[in-house]
């Protein structure tokens, strides 16, 4: 997929991001920064007040979800590091379980919802429901406006076509049909996941589309609409970042167009090599340094 040019609210981007694993740090990584969470007190600081719209000293309002559940490891390593960026404001709202595989279903009808907190201790709101509910809850029962939601970090890669089948790209697409501006951000399976290599690519996401973003009104009409645009041209953000346990390192980023059809749809889970030097041309096999986009509805 191409990036994200975030011209909203005409149309709420999806791109699907790959991060080159390969190779020596040398070459850098698509963004720096400290590989170490935020302390909770400065996260708690930070989010409080999230969720009040656009806000005039240029707060950046960020909604977290995911699909492996408000307990996973993943969402409280990006809600900790987007939270200690000045003047950004960050809010929790994920399933109670995990619902990895349940695309962009929701439940339909009323869908409880109650505090709770992650594994360190953030405050979140968990949702007895779909990714996709927990946005729609944030959205109307929680009444968030946020300019941005993060969605992940998913454990596994979610490319090609498996983006239909994904959770963590379900509850983006269901942001970037109500005209908010949405990030999925996996990591590639692996036997331990260091998620610094992930949060690194979403900071540098969120530096490059920042101004944009805070330009922006802030959308979310009622669930169903579309408010920032014709659903036909929505898209989101999906960012694939390699996990390197197995030794080498993310290498940087690559930009192309994302699969509709893999001829062996194996490979779309096969384990990258960050010690690889190929550079192949199309997005499963170039999982460890891709980009792409992705529409805000499946195709099929």
């Given at each position: 997929?191409?990036?994200?040019?975030?011209?909203?609210?005409?149309?709420?981007?999806?791109?699907?991001?790959?991060?080159?694993?390969?190779?020596?740090?040398?070459?850098?990584?698509?963004?720096?920064?400290?590989?170490?969470?935020?302390?909770?007190?400065?996260?708690?600081?930070?989010?409080?007040?999230?969720?009040?719209?656009?806000?005039?000293?240029?707060?950046?309002?960020?909604?977290?979800?995911?699909?492996?559940?408000?307990?996973?490891?993943?969402?409280?390593?990006?809600?900790?590091?987007?939270?200690?960026?000045?003047?950004?404001?960050?809010?929790?709202?994920?399933?109670?379980?995990?619902?990895?595989?349940?695309?962009?279903?929701?439940?339909?009808?009323?869908?409880?919802?109650?505090?709770?907190?992650?594994?360190?201790?953030?405050?979140?709101?968990?949702?007895?429901?779909?990714?996709?509910?927990?946005?729609?809850?944030?959205?109307?029962?929680?009444?968030?406006?946020?300019?941005?939601?993060?969605?992940?970090?998913?454990?596994?890669?979610?490319?090609?076509?498996?983006?239909?089948?994904?959770?963590?790209?379900?509850?983006?697409?269901?942001?970037?049909?109500?005209?908010?501006?949405?990030?999925?951000?996996?990591?590639?399976?692996?036997?331990?996941?260091?998620?610094?290599?992930?949060?690194?690519?979403?900071?540098?996401?969120?530096?490059?589309?920042?101004?944009?973003?805070?330009?922006?009104?802030?959308?979310?009409?009622?669930?169903?609409s579309s408010a920032g645009g014709s659903s036909s041209t929505l898209t989101v953000a999906n960012l694939?970042?390699?996990?390197?346990?197995?030794?080498?390192?993310?290498?940087?980023?690559?930009?192309?167009?994302?699969?509709?059809?893999?001829?062996?749809?194996?490979?779309?889970?096969?384990?990258?090599?960050?010690?690889?030097?190929?550079?192949?041309?199309?997005?499963?096999?170039?999982?460890?340094?891709?980009?792409?986009?992705?529409?805000?509805?499946?195709?099929?």
């Open positions: 997929m191409k990036p994200a040019r975030m011209c909203l609210p005409a149309a709420a981007l999806l791109v699907a991001v790959t991060v080159a694993a390969c190779g020596s740090s040398s070459g850098g990584s698509a963004a720096s920064g400290s590989s170490s969470p935020a302390s909770a007190g400065t996260t708690a600081g930070a989010t409080s007040g999230a969720g009040a719209g656009r806000t005039p000293d240029g707060t950046l309002d960020v909604l977290v979800t995911n699909d492996d559940g408000v307990g996973s490891a993943g969402i409280d390593a990006v809600a900790h590091a987007l939270a200690a960026l000045p003047a950004t404001a960050v809010r929790i709202v994920a399933p109670a379980a995990n619902q990895s595989g349940t695309g962009g279903k929701t439940s339909g009808g009323q869908v409880s919802h109650g505090e709770t907190t992650t594994t360190s201790g953030l405050k979140a709101t968990e949702v007895s429901g779909y990714p996709a509910d927990a946005v729609n809850v944030a959205l109307d029962d929680l009444d968030l406006k946020p300019d941005l939601v993060v969605s992940g970090i998913n454990e596994g890669q979610n490319l090609g076509p498996v983006v239909d089948l994904s959770g963590t790209v379900g509850a983006a697409r269901a942001a970037a049909r109500r005209g908010i501006p949405a990030l999925a951000v996996s990591e590639g399976l692996g036997d331990t996941y260091d998620y610094a290599p992930a949060v690194a690519q979403v900071l540098a996401w969120l530096s490059a589309h920042r101004t944009t973003l805070l330009a922006t009104p802030a959308a979310g009409g009622q669930a169903g694939n970042v390699p996990n390197c346990f197995a030794g080498g390192a993310v290498r940087g980023l690559r930009e192309l167009s994302s699969e509709a059809k893999v001829a062996d749809p194996q490979t779309i889970l096969t384990a990258q090599s960050c010690t690889s030097t190929a550079t192949p041309t199309d997005e499963v096999a170039a999982f460890n340094a891709t980009l792409t986009t992705v529409p805000a509805r499946p195709t099929s």
